[in-house]
T-cell receptor, first 113, second 114 residues
């Protein structure tokens, strides 16, 4: 079974800081890793998906990296803004599990002005 | 854009009732999923389906069943609702076999069982 851990559980930073969210997983036989954002009371919005053959994916101020051998992924947010405040979750997909994802419990990010 | 629509944002039901949660996606996705999300426990997979009339148990299927009669619709059924099924329920879909494509989520249904 895949276990996904996210550290820290919560993070509070002033606006403008660059920050890193961490995700680790126990089974490195993954097809890809996906980062999501969840606003309070809402569903999940897909931010980035990194295939196992890739090392990085970028979207605007977001950059996600993947190191399969060490079982780690990081989400880097540049020049954080109050609108980035949300919970960020990572999830992985294992080899023959028909598309199901294994989720971490998320990092709750607060960016204050 | 992919649209995953859950029929209700908020739902209040009574213990013992049979409850139906509906999910519809408009992108012809093969795979559909039902999760529940609880504070401190994260997202847990209840059931998923990779084709019409196909279903697979997730991690916590007890007390639930599902139905997928059409490709675009995946229903979660609480056979006899209990208070411990009070939760946020999230539906998701993705395309293709395997996991090369991202999962897309609906806005969730917050279900309260009284």
């Amino acid at each position: 079974k895949q276990e996904v851990t996210q550290i820290p559980a919560a993070l509070s930073v002033p606006e403008g800081e660059n920050l890193v969210l961490n995700c680790s997983f126990t089974d490195s036989a993954i097809y890809n890793l996906q980062w999501f954002r969840q606003d309070p009371g809402k569903g999940l919005t897909s931010l980035l998906l990194i295939q196992s053959s890739q090392r990085e994916q970028t979207s605007g101020r977001l950059n996600a990296s993947l190191d399969k051998s060490s079982g780690r992924s990081t989400l880097y947010i540049a020049a954080s803004q109050p609108g980035d405040s949300a919970t960020y979750l990572c999830a992985t997909h294992r080899g023959s599990t028909l598309g199901r994802l294994y989720f971490g419990r998320g990092t709750q990010l607060t960016v204050w002005p | 854009d992919v649209k995953v629509t859950q029929s209700s944002r908020y739902l209040v039901k009574r213990t013992g009732e049979k409850v139906f949660l509906e999910c519809v996606q408009d992108m012809d996705h093969e795979n559909m999923f039902w999760y529940r999300q609880d504070p401190g426990l994260g997202l847990r997979l209840i059931y998923f389906s990779y084709d019409v009339k196909m279903k697979e148990k997730g991690d916590i299927p007890e007390g639930y069943s599902v139905s997928r009669e059409k490709k675009e619709r995946f229903s979660l059924i609480l056979e006899s609702a209990s208070t411990n099924q009070t939760s946020m329920y999230l539906c998701a879909s993705s395309s293709g076999q395997g996991a090369q494509k991202p999962q897309h989520f609906g806005d969730g249904t917050r279900l309260s069982i009284l």
